[in-house]
T-cell receptor
Framework: GQQVMQIPQYQHVQEGEDFTTYCNSS?????IQWYKQRPGGHPVFLIQ?????EVKKQKRLTFQFGEAKKNSSLHITATQTTDVGTYFC????????????FGKGTHLIIQP | DGGITQSPKYLFRKEGQNVTLSCEQN?????MYWYRQDPGQGLRLIYY???????QKGDIAEGYSVSREKKESFPLTVTSAQKNPTAFYLC????????????FGNGTRLTVT
């Protein structure tokens, strides 16, 4: 079945440093979505990428979708304590009709 | 204020008992989902429903059951057949087509001893 892999599983950074998480799918995706889950909270949708090679920015967050539409990345510039949480990527399963397949997530831990 | 409500937030049960987790949404979304989250495992799909009176098994449906009698409600029953029921359960709904983002509830943390 479809697999979505994320690395790293954990990332410790000093506040102010940059952070990147990578997502790879075993199959070509029609789109990829990113979610953030704060400690003790629920996943919250951040963004959706649809086009090959697409790059989108949200303030300090930059999202990229690979040319082959099988990989994606999330980069955070100058991390802040509010960025703490787990970042998940997710892609449609079975063409989308079977929900989303989530990666295992990257836990971002920030040391002040 | 529209949203997805899961209740209760924490639930404790003895082994061998069935337990039903509630999920209600007033977003008028057709599709609803149940995911299970374990530490280090990400989110795994249990069941989903694209329309009232219809639902499909996800990747880990064994030991679980659902119903979708109303558009607003998608309760999940964790049966005694589920071998490792202790987990964080998340309900989600989806607006538009199946490429649309998911809206999650606050989750129910189930502990079975």
């Amino acid at each position: 079945g479809q697999q979505v892999m994320q690395i790293p599983q954990y990332q410790h950074v000093q506040e102010g440093e940059d952070f990147t998480t990578y997502c790879n799918s075993s199959t070509t995706l029609s789109n990829i979505q990113w979610y953030k889950q704060r400690p003790g909270g629920h996943p919250v949708f951040l963004i959706q990428l649809v086009k090959s090679g697409e790059v989108k920015k949200q303030k300090r967050l930059t999202f990229q979708f690979g040319e082959a539409k099988k990989n994606s990345s999330l980069h955070i510039t100058a991390t802040q304590t509010t960025d703490v949480g787990t970042y998940f990527c997710a892609g449609p399963t079975g063409g989308g009709a079977d929900g989303l397949t989530f990666g295992k997530g990257t836990h971002l831990i920030i040391q002040p | 204020d529209g949203g997805i409500t899961q209740s209760p937030k924490y639930l404790f049960r003895k082994e061998g008992q069935n337990v039903t987790l509630s999920c209600e949404q007033n977003l008028n979304h057709d599709a609803m989902y149940w995911y299970r989250q374990d530490p280090g495992q990400g989110l795994r799909l249990i069941y989903y429903s694209q329309i009232v009176n219809d639902f499909q098994k996800g990747d880990i449906a064994e030991g679980y059951s659902v119903s979708r009698e109303k558009k607003e409600s998608f309760p999940l029953t964790v049966t005694s057949a589920q071998k490792n029921p202790t987990a964080f359960y998340l309900c989600a709904s989806q607006e538009g087509d199946y490429n649309s983002p998911l809206h999650f509830g606050n989750g129910t943390r189930l502990t079975v001893t």
